[in-house]
């Protein structure tokens, strides 16, 4: 059972913008300002796609941003493409262990 | 250019044990902590276990703890995990991933990742 909740799925037309939740606690995401999201095709790895709640790796589309807000952390995808279409992960630092922590993760579907 | 590339996996019975590999390149691979995370068929991402750059402080997650240990070999570039008394949830895909410094640090982001090694726990 993870500490984080994201919505199981998220849809979207070519074109538009979405946003992805990360729901934690004071402990995890309210508290500090280390969520990272990975972005993870079907049968491929995991790959970095925001870190320290908005940062955006080299390499990584200016389509992506993240955010935070009290206990939630969102991911905004712009411009919204076909290839976007994947499973989506937040991460958070906790206080509360020493686990590094995954939320259940969120598939993004390109309509 | 960074590279991760997980190997030995395959079919274990249960109760067995099994030797994961994770070669590196493109970094000094002895300054930065290193990851093992798992990813059960259909599933989410689980953490597995961490190791610093060399001072061999190892972590891991309850899930796993007593069964399967973590090392490296600096003068190999290379991570390592030893599976033992595997059980069929520990069935996943296992990727190894870069830390973002030398010390198991869980607010730091991992990048890059493997292509990951299937294991599969055979009842």
């Known amino acids: 059972q993870s500490a984080l909740t994201q919505p199981a799925s998220v849809s979207g037309s070519p074109g538009q913008s979405i946003t992805i939740s990360c729901t934690g606690t004071s402990s995890d995401v309210g508290g500090y300002n280390y969520v990272s999201w990975y972005q993870q095709h079907p049968g491929k790895a995991p790959k970095l796609m925001i870190y320290d709640v908005s940062i955006r790796p080299s390499g990584v589309s200016n389509r992506f941003s993240g955010s935070k807000s009290g206990n939630t952390a969102s991911l905004t995808i712009s411009g919204l493409q076909a290839e976007d279409e994947a499973d989506y992960y937040c991460s958070s630092y906790t206080s509360s262990s020493t686990s590094y922590v995954f939320g259940p993760g969120t598939k993004v579907t390109v309509l | 250019e960074v590279q991760l590339l997980e190997s030995g996996g395959g079919l274990v019975q249960r109760g067995g044990s099994l030797r994961l590999s994770c070669a590196a390149s493109?970094?000094?691979?002895?300054?930065?902590?290193m990851y093992w995370v798992r990813q059960a068929p259909g599933k989410g991402l689980e953490w597995v276990s961490a190791i610093s750059g060399s001072d061999g402080s190892t972590y891991y997650a309850d899930s796993v703890k007593g069964r399967f240990s973590i090392s490296r070999d600096n003068s190999k570039n290379t991570l390592y995990l030893q599976m033992n008394s595997l059980r069929a949830e520990d069935t996943a895909v296992y990727y190894c991933?870069?830390?973002?410094?030398?010390?198991?640090?869980?607010?730091?982001?991992?990048?890059?990742w493997g292509q990951g090694t299937l294991v599969t726990v055979s009842s």
């Open positions: 991933a870069k830390g973002s410094s030398y010390y198991y640090d869980s607010s730091r982001p991992l990048d890059p």
């Open positions: 493109g970094f000094t691979f002895s300054s930065y902590a």
